[in-house]
T-cell receptor
Framework: DAGVIQSPRHEVTEMGQEVTLRCKPI?????LFWYRQTMMRGLELLIY????????DSGMPEDRFSAKMPNASFSTLKIQPSEPRDSAVYFC????????????????FGQGTRLTVV | SQQGEEDPQALSIQEGENATMNCSYK?????LQWYRQNSGRGLVHLIL?????REKHSGRLRVTLDTSKKSSSLLITASRAADTASYFC????????????FGKGTRLHILP
């Protein structure tokens, strides 16, 4: 498996534009996570899905952020309209969680998308 | 919040020395994990220790867990330049839908 694949790797956009980040999780993984990383706030969980269903979106900063997972192999994180404070590295991660018993809860991360909003 | 907090925030040591990083958390956990992040890259899983384990080894890595103190430590022995990275602890709560929560990391710099 190629691992978690994110695209694009880098995105520079102007304030007010719509930005769409994409993620392909590892095949067979039940959980998908979107994280944002900045120097000031560290790694923040934005939203996560279980079997394509959003479970917890309490980390999504504002209504400008939305995430979808139309099928088990694809997810998007959209920011509309984008603002300079959204500049960060956005990571997608997937994991296979089995419950109860074996807690095989290692998360596999993509390479991230570095977003710059000017 | 069950978020882990790493200590120290930054650490510089000479190559060949041992590096120790600590993590504290607040609520009961199912397991605790350590991840490494090289500059500009994603996080890579290093080791997982379950709540009923006290110590675990993997190559040059040694992890301890003290659930009574809600703390963990990561020891890297005989450090190498390639160990330069940020190290994060992540905790998984005891409920099924508990998220994996990451700390802010320790930046480790190995001096040649």
């Amino acid at each position: 498996d190629a691992g978690v694949i994110q695209s694009p790797r880098h995105e520079v956009t102007e304030m007010g534009q719509e930005v769409t980040l994409r993620c392909k999780p590892i095949s067979g993984h039940d959980y998908l996570f979107w994280y944002r990383q900045t120097m000031m706030r560290g790694l923040e969980l934005l939203i996560y899905f279980n079997n394509n269903v959003p479970i917890d979106d309490s980390g999504m900063p504002e209504d400008r952020f939305s995430a979808k997972m139309p099928n088990a192999s694809f997810s998007t994180l959209k920011i509309q309209p984008s603002e300079p404070r959204d500049s960060a590295v956005y990571f997608c991660a997937s994991s296979l969680l089995r419950w109860p018993g074996s807690s095989n809860t290692e998360a596999f991360f993509g390479q991230g998308t570095r977003l710059t909003v000017v | 919040s069950q978020q882990g907090e790493e200590d120290p925030q930054a650490l510089s040591i000479q190559e060949g020395e041992n590096a120790t990083m600590n993590c504290s958390y607040k609520t009961s956990i199912n397991n605790l994990q350590w991840y490494r992040q090289n500059s500009g890259r994603g996080l890579v899983h290093l080791i997982l220790i379950r709540s009923n384990e006290r110590e675990k080894h993997s190559g040059r890595l040694r992890v301890t867990l003290d659930t009574s103190k809600k703390s963990s430590s990561l020891l890297i022995t005989a450090s190498r330049a390639a160990d330069t990275a940020s190290y994060f602890c992540a905790t998984k709560g005891t409920n099924r839908d508990d998220k994996i929560i990451f700390g802010k990391g320790t930046r480790l710099h190995i001096l040649p």
